[in-house]
């Protein structure tokens, strides 16, 4: 079984990044499957109390092989486009320039899709309004809950992982700071729901 100190995911978890896990265990043999949230930023902690991350890239879905250094494929959801930078930052050495990286973004236009470029690494930017990643990815990548309705929760990631390692499509390439200058205002995803 692989462990996850021999992928690149050991370091965010010994860092104590990787939260709320809905998986995070070896699937198929040399491979090591997280669907959950990555802590962005910390909080400022007083003496040895523990508090929860001011931010996070939030309901993940990755993978990482045993023995690599690097993630070919992570999709996951950010409040804030600006936070693209922390997830360059945290993630570092453990994202590859040919990598498949998704973002799903609450505060970019409902019709964008970017590829964003920050250093070497690429992404795919794309919004998010009321939905999930998983749910967004599935449609993305044309995968029908039905084809993957028996599997378990691991074979359910690998099948929607492995669809998107082979996924192409051209979007508008722009730059981080460009990107930044074109988001809008971060929206509220508490507002207009029933008490």
């Known amino acids: 079984m692989t462990a996850i100190e021999n992928t690149p995911l050991g370091r965010l978890d010994k860092e104590g990044r990787l939260l709320n896990a809905v998986l995070k265990q070896p699937t198929k043999p040399g491979r090591f499957d997280f669907r959950g949230d990555i802590a962005l930023k910390w909080q400022q902690q007083m003496a040895d109390e523990k508090r929860p991350p001011e931010y996070t890239m939030e309901q993940v879905i990755t993978f990482a092989e045993d023995g690599k250094s690097t993630i070919p494929v992570l999709a996951g959801y950010l409040q804030n486009f600006a936070f693209l930078s922390d997830v360059a930052d945290v ?22 899709k970017y590829r964003v470029t920050y250093g070497e ?55 981080y700071e460009k990107g930044v200058s074109l988001m809008e205002p971060v929206k509220n995803r508490n507002a207009n729901r029933p008490v």
């Open 91 to 112: 993630l570092g050495d453990a994202l590859a320039p040919d990598g498949k990286y998704f973002i799903f973004c609450n505060n970019i236009d409902l019709l964008a």
């Open 121 to 175: 690494k690429t992404f795919y930017v794309l919004p998010c309004d009321e939905s999930t990643v998983w749910k967004e990815m599935t449609d993305l990548l044309s995968i029908d809950k039905n084809d993957i309705k028996k599997l378990d929760t691991g074979g359910k990631t690998d099948k929607v992982l492995d669809a998107a390692l082979s996924w192409h499509e051209d979007y508008e390439t722009i730059t």
